[in-house]
């Protein structure tokens, strides 16, 4: 007699298949992201959405390994970590393949690895800004780093810090110059974005 699976059992089946095929898509083929500042309008507005191609550039291997599937740093209203550092990995990029100048490019903000876990920071307003006023003297951020408990800092490993959208104006070699709000790079004036990629 052939075995039939009960109905929960198929749903769960499929349900697990789904999220561990999504996981690799995400981690290793593309990804969704939102524009999360104005520093690319006019060719790319605040809320809109980025589909990003991880074979371009070569798929990165996550650097932590577990943690909650389609979650970035936080659980979705908490301020409880979606990982966990047990086990981490080193960089790791698989076929990597340099930049191009003019490429849209997404990356984990460098600054974005140890925040202030409060709404209103984070990369809004960067811990180690916050240090430098401090140490200048101002009495608003020395408050704030003397109350841990109240602003909590938050360590996150690099492919955990929060996510950039950036264009590539330069590449390793070249000299890079803003004058009088234009860009030059090489002594050459680029020109100003007038539409959208969109």
Known sequence: MRYKKVIWREWLDAAVFATVAATLIRTFVFEAYAIPSGSMEKTLLVGDYLFVNKISYGPRIPNTLLSVPFVHNYLPGSPLKSYSNLIQLGSIRWFSS???KGDAVVFNVPIGDTVINREGFQTLRPYYEIKR???????SAQYILSHPDEYPVAVHPFDKADNYIKRCTAVAGDSLEIRRGYVY???IAQPLPTQSLM
């Open 98 to 100: 340099p930049i191009e």
């Open 133 to 139: 006023e401090a140490a200048r003297g101002n009495l």
């Open 185 to 187: 790079v090489n002594g």
